[in-house]
């Protein structure tokens, strides 16, 4: 099943916890202190694998979780890493945040890997804290939560070539010719519902891949048809190969054919209108195309385009557009087609950016802590531990808390937040 587009969470593992320890050994009941490190959580990793060609793996499940650190223990004893995700995506798939739009990662190489979701950092032992002023802490750190996001990917084909016209037309016909691909054929619209890659090799030792995606109408580049969906799949190519059914026995003219079909891709995406074209002209094992042969092509060699008669279906003219086609991309330079960031990216309001630490009022007597170095800090806080919520506001002073308070105005009776920890500030 072909499945261009997927929406799910990922939740990277969280760091096991530090663990408050002691030696306990004969003739000495309470020894230094010897607690280990939490392990650090898994890591969730996309991973491109050029045997997929589709993210239909992706469309069922919600959430992706890579494995918690394990908690440290007694005699300096580490927990162990969680095991990291790695999740194995098609060449072509673009990463975005889903809940803001941001363009994460174009992966397109073979083995490329992308860190979407970074595990959490194991918690620090006791032992991590022991200096000539503290022989014997009795605190430790919790591990940092994993990051979780909701994602989106995005499958692009790779391909030197795409196939364009409208339905019918002989696409898929010609890419089974040129190349091993199998697409269902068939004389009716649309039989084409999925895009289809070909390798077609030609000369010695050289080869392009082909795309041939559905038929597109009037209206594709608002969503009439199939070719609002398919259409993407054209921006990566070097070269459109533009097929028209010249023989127009459904009553259809050849060239205003062909006109509006470019008209869709302009309307659609300048870029992709501005790609080098070669114009087939197909089906002229049939009286009617040869009748219109010479008018059309004409026409279309006037206006600057190549121009190449085949027959899909008896090969005339076949082998002799393959290597046209060949020879045209060796003229055309190796673009790294990158695709940019989508709009909507989200802006965080000043208060929320990663300042180190500043005072949010919630009311006209009651304040807030906030910023990065908090929450770095109350994520590692025990507070079950006095110990360890005791080192959170030393640290807290340490970094002029005192200071920023009398400079925010706060009084003597007002309510101080900092995490889950409520106190009355005293001058």
């Given amino acids: 099943m072909f499945v261009d587009e997927a929406v799910f969470k990922v939740k990277s593992g969280n760091g096991g916890n530090g663990v408050v320890s002691f030696r306990r050994e004969k003739f000495e ?9 939490g392990g650090n959580g898994g890591d ?17 499940k919600n959430i992706y979780k890579a494995e918690n650190g394990s908690h440290g223990r007694g005699k300096d004893q580490r927990g162990r890493d969680g095991k990291d995700l790695h999740l194995a995506v098609p060449p072509g798939t673009l990463v975005y945040n889903d809940d803001n739009n941001q363009l994460l990662v174009d992966l397109k190489k073979n083995g490329q890997q992308f860190v979407v979701a970074k595990g959490g950092k194991g918690g620090r032992g006791n032992a991590r804290f022991k200096k000539s002023t503290r022989k014997a802490p009795k605190f430790a750190e919790n591990g940092e939560k994993g990051e979780q996001l909701k994602i989106r990917l995005e499958l692009q084909l790779l391909a030197d070539v795409g196939l364009v016209g ?9 890419i089974s ?10 004389s009716y619209h649309f039989t084409t519902l999925k895009p289809n890659l070909g390798v077609v090799s030609y000369g010695e030792y050289k080869s392009y891949v082909m795309a041939d995606i559905p038929g597109i109408i009037e209206g594709a580049h608002q969503g009439v048809g199939l070719g609002y969906d398919f259409l993407k799949h054209l921006e990566r190519t070097r070269l459109l190969v533009h097929i028209i059914d010249v023989s127009g026995i459904e009553g259809r003219d050849p060239i205003k054919d062909f006109e509006k079909i ?6 659609y995406k300048i870029e992709l209108f501005n790609l080098p074209q070669i114009v ?14 010479d008018e059309v092509k004409n026409e279309l060699e006037n206006r600057g385009y190549e121009v190449y008669p085949i027959s899909a279906v008896t090969g005339r003219g076949v082998d002799y557009l393959k290597y046209g086609i060949g020879q045209k991309l060796e003229e055309l330079p190796e673009q790294d087609r990158k695709i940019k960031a989508k709009e909507n990216v989200l802006i965080k309001p000043e208060f929320e950016k990663d300042n180190e630490m500043f005072i949010k009022q919630l009311a006209e007597d ?5 910023g990065k ?4 800090l109350l994520e590692k806080t025990d507070f079950n531990n006095d110990a360890s919520v005791q080192r959170l506001l030393r640290i807290v002073r340490h970094h002029q808390l005192d200071k920023m308070m009398r400079k925010k105005g706060i009084k003597d009776g007002d309510t101080v937040l900092i995490g889950p920890i409520e106190f009355e500030y005293i001058q």
């Fill in 29 to 37: 009941a309470m020894g230094g202190p010897d607690g280990g490190d």
């Fill in 44 to 60: 969730i990793i996309l991973e491109v694998d050029e045997g997929l060609n589709t993210l239909a793996d992706f469309k069922y």
């Fill in 166 to 174: 409208y339905p019918n037309v002989g696409k898929s016909t010609l």
């Fill in 177 to 186: 010719k040129v190349s091993a691909a199998k697409p269902e054929i068939a």
């Fill in 262 to 267: 470019n008209m869709e891709l302009k309307e």
């Fill in 280 to 293: 087939v002209l197909n089906k002229i094992d049939l009286k009617e195309a040869r009748d219109n042969l």
């Fill in 366 to 370: 009651k304040y807030e802590i906030k």
């Fill in 373 to 376: 170095l908090i929450e770095e």
